[in-house]
DNA sequence: ATAGTTGTAATAGTTGAGATAGTACAATAA
DNA sequence: TTATTGTACTATCTCAACTATTACAACTAT
């Protein structure tokens, strides 16, 4: 599990590394019951304060991707969404508008950003549904 | 054109114009010429400083996507991309991986993600490629 | 039990973004 | 000339995102 912080991005570092678990999760570079670097590792790994990484945490936790436990460390856990459909779908419909507009307005052609948007589909592991 | 900001949001005041500017120009309910309400105007509307509207409309002028003259107005300008495209790929593909990570974690399903975001660059005109 | 490791929490301080407020200026239109 | 437009600048305020330090609580290993 490799984790880096990009300082010249004006993404929070607390971000970037919830960006980073959710990610590697989603590719299975991260499986259940995995264990995470210790906070105090990975402070020290990237030179950031362990608060940041702390506060990583917590909220991946709240988020119900990973399990902490004082004295042993953090885990991946199960993947279950606990929000309601229509606030997935709100969530994640306002991201994808906001794409869609930027794209039209760096004129990328219809085709490309949907090419784009199923390589990027087939690169995590989406699930897929069964019929019936 | 009719502007809102949403105070609950977590996304600043500026950037929610920009947004709107944006997404309203994608859905052509803006059009090439077209005069955007004047800083003052649009700040006492929406009882937020000029201030905030100027960073708006400088920042917009910044991305080439209106021009403003001093004693006249602002107004929707040519839609001219002036990024590289390896830049745009970028930007775009970014945005869209964060997104479908998002969908992932969600538990949200393949097909049901690539419907939502066919609907949603249908409703944009994107522009469409010719053959050859 | 004891020692060491883990995540948690609380406090105080720093930096920069976002916004408010006020004023002055320059370009344009009437 | 007069009013309107966007621009520029400064000072101030608030808050998020940290940084830094310390203390604490829970678990593991011995």
Redesign the interface.
Known sequence: MQFNIDNTSNRAAYQQII?QV??D??LSRLVKDEKLPTVRQLANQLAINPNTIAKSYRLLER?G?IVTKPGSGAFVAN???N?SRAV??K???D????????????????????E???N??D???????KDG
């Open positions: 960006d959710k990610r999760i989603a988020e991707i993947l279950d969404s929000l997935r779908k969530l994640v419909n991201d994808i508008e906001r794409i869609v507009v930027e794209a039209f307005h760096m004129q990328i052609d219809k085709q490309i950003i949907l784009w948007f199923n990027a589909v690169k995590f592991n989406l699930t897929t549904k």
